[in-house]
T-cell receptor, first 112, second 111 residues
């Protein structure tokens, strides 16, 4: 059974700090990795995708993928109170199915 | 650009009543479409997905059903709601491996 694990948190960081969110997955043949942000009461929003080992940067967000260790992380630099949300990790395996397995999410609180 | 519409935003229904939630996608053709439910404090649960008109795959056996009468329309239904059907229902579409775009969701409370 494919599993995606995230610490539920909450992860509390001060404004301006780096928030580090981690995700591990069980399916070794996973190919596509996604981070979604979900504000309370709202639907998830795709913020990052990564497909190969290494780092991918987009503004204040950096996704990091290590397939050998089966983990993917999301770094948020210069964290703002508006970044306070639940962050969902999702992992797609290969083999023709485009249905990802979602983690339960990590709650991030950025305090002023 | 592609947009996804989902309605209604909130719904309060009595136990035993029927349900119909609708989702439409604009700006793309033959999208993969999905229905998810997110119960309070829980993760996303895939309910149904569709890769084309009339093609529905069910992930969880329950009293819900789905239909895809048109290429860009996906409907979630129930003949008789249960209390356990309460939750946040999300429609999503994806261009295969490029991640989901979710609709704004329907918060259903069964009373």
């Amino acid at each position: 059974q494919k599993e995606v694990e995230q610490n539920s948190g909450p992860l509390s960081v001060p404004e301006g700090a780096i928030a580090s969110l981690n995700c591990t997955y069980s399916d070794r043949v996973s190919q596509s990795f996604f981070w979604y942000r979900q504000y309370s009461g709202k639907s998830p929003e795709l913020i990052m995708s990564i497909y190969s080992n290494g780092d991918k940067e987009d503004g204040r967000f950096t996704a990091q993928l290590n397939k050998a260790s089966q983990y993917v992380s999301l770094l948020i630099r210069d964290s703002q109170p508006s970044d306070s949300a639940t962050y969902l990790c999702a992992v797609n395996s290969s083999g023709g199915s485009y249905i990802p397995t979602f983690g339960r999410g990590t709650s991030l609180i950025v305090h002023p | 650009s592609q947009t996804i519409h989902q309605w209604p935003a909130t719904l309060v229904q009595p136990v035993g009543s029927p349900l119909s939630l609708e989702c439409t996608v604009e700006g793309t053709s033959n999208p993969n479409l999905y229905w998810y439910r997110q119960a309070a404090g829980r993760g996303l649960q895939l309910l149904f997905y569709s890769v084309g008109i009339g093609q529905i795959s069910s992930e969880v056996p329950q009293n819900l059903s789905a239909s895809r009468p048109q290429d860009r329309q996906f409907i979630l239904s129930s003949k008789k709601l249960l209390l356990s059907d309460s939750g946040f229902y999300l429609c999503a579409w994806s261009p295969e491996t490029y991640g989901y775009t979710f609709g704004s969701g329907t918060r259903l409370t069964v009373v």
